[in-house]
Each structure stands twice: as structure tokens, then as C-alpha cells.
């Protein structure tokens, strides 16, 4: 947020500021750049993936001050003072998987594996909000997240066995964000 | 897939925003939640050369109930509206609409008033604001207008917004507590744009017959659409099989000769539309309170 003392002005590159998975990372960037672009090209972070461009297809979504959001649409200009969740963020210090990365794995919940940065995000927000989903809700809450591969089955049952797991006091491992 | 160049900026205060816009209204577009404006952009089917983002404006971010209907200003977000003890108490059918838009990651982001400015025929608040005939508020440096519904919607993504104005504030009436309300939409996915909805809010006579009717339409025509000869037809009734075959019969004629695409024929549609009222009427009568 800027300070307002004289008239706004615009600008077309903008000093950005954002906490990503606990870390403060400065750049100057375009006004025009997405918060999708920004994660991968400027900051390196390239587990975001970016699909369709145009909110459609969830491979993008990432935590926004603890909100899933699309990071395809917001420009990165917007995120400045914000923290951020992406998938690099989810595992444990020592790599050990998320409880929901590891059921994924268990339950074969992806194939090409390109929708599965935005899935793990989704049910992470989901699950956060919904600890015990019924497979018509977790269907629901899913529908913003596209996958060609698996057609669903096993992403289904991997959000339950990662819901189970959780309910029974396997750790969230709460982003690391810095408010 | 990317946006074109732009200048952007990011004021704090509405005044601030208003005198950019009196400065650069026939160029500049306002960003509020960006569901709708950044595809745009990305798609290239927008390039304004300037951008205001009105999100740090914390004047505009509120939600009241005021005396006659309920308030809601320019940032607050479809979540919010969807998570507020106020909404889900005072107007449940608002809620009951929002939870209908897109998917949860676009209403994190995206905005009530910002869904009403961009006005798609095919989304679910501007078919809310029509079915209630409730009112925006557009400012300017030069002042205020209240616009209502019927009179703010003018045809595909357009409105009576002049350049140098911004809507702030969106006004949905209250429902009385006996009348019966109900929203559907049928859409091919979850989340997807609906390809018919419809809503609904019926308000009941003391021997209860229909006193007052009020159904609206998404996605049958360019603009929003409220069925005046669908709610005569059952005004007066007590919603028998019979009455609601014929208002279904007259909802069809609603449905514009041009609103045939990949999903759907016109014919297609005005099944749909048939269909949909039947439902949509049923429900809200169910959820009548029988005065006594």
C-alpha cells in the first residue's frame, strides 16, 4: 500500500514487495505483469503453473493471505504487501510431503501432474474451511480445477484419505506466512 | 494471454479515484476484484490505457443494512458477503446467489459491485438486482446518482455509467419476511456460466393465493430480464400444476431469437427456461410463511 500525501500519478513499473512461503522477496516489475508470471519468471518459483490464463482452469491458484485465488488473474502490482501460499510452500523443513501432496501420491490423485500444484492448493483452502467434505462437496469445491488425465476418481479419494488424515491430528503444517 | 501496456494506479481515497476518472473516464477502466476485467485484458478484448484500482479505498469496503434495503459498498468481495452474519441473516437470498458465482477462488477475489458494473446478461447478481428492482449508486466529482436496476442495464456488458462516473454502492431490497424466494440456474458443470437461471419471490395473501410476484431471468437475453406477463400469470392463483404449466409457456417467449451458441440451441433454451420457472416458482412458494 502506497502512502497518499500528493495526487496519485500512474506508473508502468511499480516496486513489488510479497512474502512468498515465508521468504520477502523486492522486485521491480511492469504494472502489467500477472501475479501468475511474476512467481515463475521473476521470482523463479515455477511449481505455479499456468494453464489457460483467462481464471478457467485452477493450475495457477495459489494461497493469498490464506485464500485461494487465481494468480492468473491479479496482476502482481496487486500482491504487493501480501502473503503468499504457492506449492513450493506446502512440504515440511526436511521435504517431507504435505499430508495432502502424500495422499495424493498414495491414491494416484494425478497422471501428467500439471493440475496438481493448483488441486493441492484448492483442497488446502478447502479443507481448512470444510475439515469433513462429502464427495458431492469436495466435487463441488473442485469444479474450479481442471484435470484431462485423471478424470477425478482418484483426486476424489485423495482429498477424503487426506481429509481423514488431518481429522486424526496429522499436521497442517500452516502455510508459512508472515502476516 | 497477456496485458497489454497500461498506467496504473492505486489511490487511496475516493476522491482521489473520482478527479483520475473526471481526468481520464474515456480511457481508464476501474479494477476492483479483476474476476472479470484482467481475462479481458489478458485476451486483449480491454485495453484501457489507464487502470484505477479502487482496492485499497477502505471507505467503499462495507456492508450495512439500511432502511429498506440492504447496502453493499465497491471492494467488499463475493466471500465476504457469503461469510457476513448480517447477509446470511437479514438476506439470505443474496447468499444464496453468491454461492452460485463461479468458483470459491473467483469470489475470493471477485466483487459484488463489480459483477453489477460489468453487467453480463448471463451472470447471477444483475438477474438479483432486476428480480428485486433494486438501485446503484454512481459517483462523479459532480456528485450522486441513484439509478435503478431497470434503468442502469442497457444491452450486452453496458450500462448508464457515464465515463467520468464509478459505481460504489449496490442496493438490494429487503424480502419480507412471509414471501417465499428461491434462485436456480442450470449449467452443464459446477461453476460453469449458467445456460438458464432464474429467481424468484413471491409474497403470499392473508387466505394465501399470490399477492405480488417477482421472477427474473439470466442468460435468455442481452440484458437481465424480469417476466412482467410470467408473474400476472400467477398472481391472484395458488400456484396449481395448471397455472404454473401456463406461466412456463409464457417464460419460453422470453428467451431472444439470438441466444444460440455451442451449448445450446434457442429451442434448446426455452426448454430450459420452461423448465427452470416451474422449478424456480415451486420453491419459492414452498418458502412462503402463510400469514395468519
Known amino acids: 500500500m502506497q502512502e497518499q500525501e500528493e495526487t496519485p500519478t500512474f506508473s508502468e513499473e511499480s516496486l513489488i514487495s510479497v512474502t512468498v512461503n515465508g521468504h520477502i522477496y523486492e522486485r521491480n516489475a511492469p504494472v502489467r505483469m500477472l501475479l501468475s508470471d511474476f512467481l515463475r519468471h521473476e521470482l523463479h518459483l515455477t511449481g505455479t503453473h499456468v494453464g489457460c490464463e483467462h481464471g478457467v482452469c485452477g493450475c495457477c491458484t495459489v494461497l493469498l493471505n490464506g485464500e485461494a485465488v487465481r494468480s492468473c488473474l491479479m496482476l502482481a502490482v496487486q500482491a504487493d504487501g501480501m502473503a503468499l501460499t504457492t506449492i513450493e510452500g506446502m512440504a515440511g523443513t526436511n521435504s517431507e510431503l504435505h499430508p495432502i501432496q502424500q495422499a495424493f501420491q498414495e491414491k494416484h490423485g494425478l497422471q501428467c501432474g500439471f493440475c496438481t500444484s493448483g488441486m493441492i492448493i484448492s483442497v488446502h483452502a478447502m479443507l481448512h474451511e470444510n475439515p469433513n467434505p462429502t464427495e458431492e462437496e469436495i466435487r463441488h469445491e473442485l469444479s474450479g480445477n481442471l484435470c484431462r488425465c485423471t478424470g477425478y476418481q482418484n483426486i476424489v479419494e485423495a482429498v477424503k484419505l487426506a481429509a481423514e488424515r488431518l481429522r486424526a491430528g496429522a499436521a497442517f503444517n500452516a502455510p508459512k506466512e508472515v502476516e | ?292
Open chain 2, 1 to 292: 494471454m497477456k496485458p497489454p501496456r497500461f498506467g496504473y494506479c492505486a489511490p487511496g481515497m475516493l476522491d482521489e479515484a473520482l478527479a483520475l476518472l473526471e481526468q481520464h473516464g474515456e480511457d481508464a477502466k476501474i479494477l476492483a476484484g479483476g474476476q472479470s476485467l484482467i481475462p479481458l485484458l489478458n485476451m486483449r478484448l480491454a485495453g484501457p490505457a489507464y487502470i484505477i484500482d479502487i482496492n485499497h479505498i477502505s471507505e467503499l469496503n462495507y456492508i450495512e443494512a439500511e432502511e429498506g434495503y440492504l447496502a453493499v459498498g465497491a471492494t467488499v468481495r463475493h466471500r465476504q458477503v457469503e461469510r457476513s452474519s448480517l447477509v446470511k441473516e437479514k438476506h439470505p437470498l443474496l447468499v444464496e446467489v453468491v454461492q452460485h458465482i463461479g468458483h470459491m477462488q473467483i469470489r475470493n477475489r471477485g466483487t459484488i459491485v463489480g459483477s453489477i458494473a460489468h453487467a453480463d446478461p448471463a451472470a447471477e447478481l444483475p438477474a438479483l438486482l432486476t428480480c428485486l428492482v433494486g438501485e446503484v449508486v454512481a459517483q462523479s466529482i459532480h456528485g450522486e446518482r441513484v439509478i435503478k436496476a431497470g434503468e442502469f442495464f442497457t444491452g450486452y456488458l453496458s450500462t448508464s455509467l457515464n465515463p467520468e462516473e464509478m459505481l460504489t454502492e449496490v442496493r438490494f431490497p429487503w424480502i419480507t419476511p412471509q414471501s417465499g424466494w428461491a434462485f436456480m440456474e442450470l449449467a452443464r458443470r459446477s461453476g460453469d456460466y449458467a445456460l438458464v437461471g432464474a429467481v424468484a419471490v413471491l409474497t403470499p395473501t392473508l387466505d394465501d393465493h399470490c399477492m405480488s410476484a417477482h421472477v427474473a431471468y439470466l442468460g435468455i437475453s442481452g440484458n437481465p430480464v424480469r417476466a412482467r406477463e410470467v408473474e400476472d400469470s400467477i398472481i391472484g392463483t395458488t400456484l396449481d400444476e395448471q397455472t404454473l404449466e401456463h406461466a412456463a409457456e409464457i417464460a419460453r417467449t422470453f428467451v431472444s431469437d439470438d441466444m444460440e451458441d455451442v451449448h445450446a440451441t434457442v429451442d434448446y433454451r426455452r426448454a430450459l427456461t420452461a423448465e427452470i420457472t416451474k422449478r424456480v416458482v415451486r420453491a419459492a412458494w414452498a418458502r412462503r410463511k402463510a400469514m395468519k
